[in-house]
């Protein structure tokens, strides 16, 4: 027991270390001009019930006062010598590969997300355009996306998850082609319950273009499209995904149940959902329990990337296929989607 007791005791000892201190973070966040306009009455008044406020210098408590301010940590936290939550703000700080709109708890997440989608310019890149259009022509695929990889999130990937209402593929299995991929209202909902559900985590909106061909049984297209040589309609709507990064991985599992719950249409007149669900919401993360995999093909030209999902036994066959069609290289790498989706890509409806 009593070696138990010291393991831990050099553990938190260890997990405090690393962690960096108020003082270095302010630093790392180029707040210490700010820190030092702080009077000693305004850091007594941020800093109630620190139980070391009387032995340590002002700036040492002008630089915590700060944090406090900012939200940053608690006076709890600070107490327990836990600065866990400065260095994982300071990490993001610098991390200038991120890109987030911000958190589902921000008050003003709803009105960013709409904005960002309002100001979308559709991902355009010919090469890959006219590349993979001749392969979808000549059914190597079904459809694709294509992103500006400067729109991507680049969360941590054990912690995020991807959702997608409006994957491209759903306008195959469809005889009317009347609903509305590109909906902005369905993610503004989403975002608000999960709020309500208790969750919090940092969003990133990642517009697309998607392509798929043109059943000529739906009449006359109602999106952007390109016509092919031979006739042949593809359609390229701008659409979006939107990218979570949650606190921990059971709150990343939390979210896919309440996709299950309340955003997955499973009768045609089905109440209690969200507006617009649909048979098959799209959620890609790594490897969980009940979930499948597939293939995901990244074909990059500059600052534009198009993404091809097939199922495992047809990786290869595509793979070799584009090799005869284009000079493009194709990455491919594993990837894990809800059952759903899955049934979806084997070809069933619901």
Do not use: C
């Not at 270095?24 to 009077?39: D, F, M, Q, V, W």
């Not at 296929?321 to 284009?326: G, H, I, Q, R, V």
């Amino acid at each position: 027991m009593k070696n138990k007791i010291l393991f831990s005791f050099i553990l938190l000892n260890l997990t405090a270390l690393a962690a960096l201190d108020p003082s270095t973070a302010i630093e790392k966040l180029k707040l210490k001009e700010l820190s030092k306009t702080y009077p000693k009455e305004k850091v007594q008044n941020s800093l109630k019930g620190y139980k070391n406020i009387k032995s340590e210098s002002l700036e040492s408590l002008s630089d915590k006062a700060v944090l406090i301010d900012l939200n940053i940590t608690t006076v709890d936290l600070l107490n327990k010598k836990d600065y866990s939550t400065i260095s994982n703000y300071v990490d993001d700080f610098l991390d200038m590969n991120e890109n987030s709109l911000g958190n589902i708890s921000d008050k003003n997440i709803l009105e960013r997300v709409s904005k960002k989608w309002s100001a979308t310019v559709a991902p355009k890149d010919t090469l890959l355009l006219n590349n993979l259009n001749i392969a979808l022509a000549n059914g190597l695929m079904t459809g694709y996306n294509l992103k500006n990889i400067n729109e991507y999130a680049n969360f941590k990937k054990e912690l995020t998850a991807s959702y997608g209402h409006n994957d491209i593929t759903h306008a195959l299995q469809l005889i009317s082609f009347s609903y509305g991929h590109n909906d902005i209202t369905h993610a503004l909902q989403l975002i608000s319950l999960l709020k309500s559900e208790g969750l919090d985590a940092k969003i990133q909106l990642e517009p697309k273009t998607s392509a798929f061909l043109h059943n000529p049984n739906w009449g006359s297209p109602n999106y952007d499209h390109i016509i092919l040589e031979d006739g042949k309609i593809v359609l390229t709507p701008t659409e979006y995904d939107l990218k979570f990064e949650f606190k921990n991985v059971n709150d990343k599992i939390k979210f896919t149940k309440i996709i299950d719950r309340y955003a997955k249409k499973d009768s045609k007149d089905q109440e209690g959902l969200i507006y617009k669900s649909w048979w098959q919401p799209f959620v890609q993360t790594d490897k969980i329990e009940g979930y499948n995999m597939l293939i995901s093909h990244l074909v990059k030209n500059g600052n534009f990337e198009a993404n091809v999902l097939t199922l495992p036994k047809n990786s290869e066959a595509f793979i070799k296929a584009m090799k005869k069609e284009s000079t493009l290289e194709v990455t491919a790498q594993e990837i894990w989607v809800n059952p759903a989706f899955y049934r979806f890509m084997e070809g069933n409806y619901k």
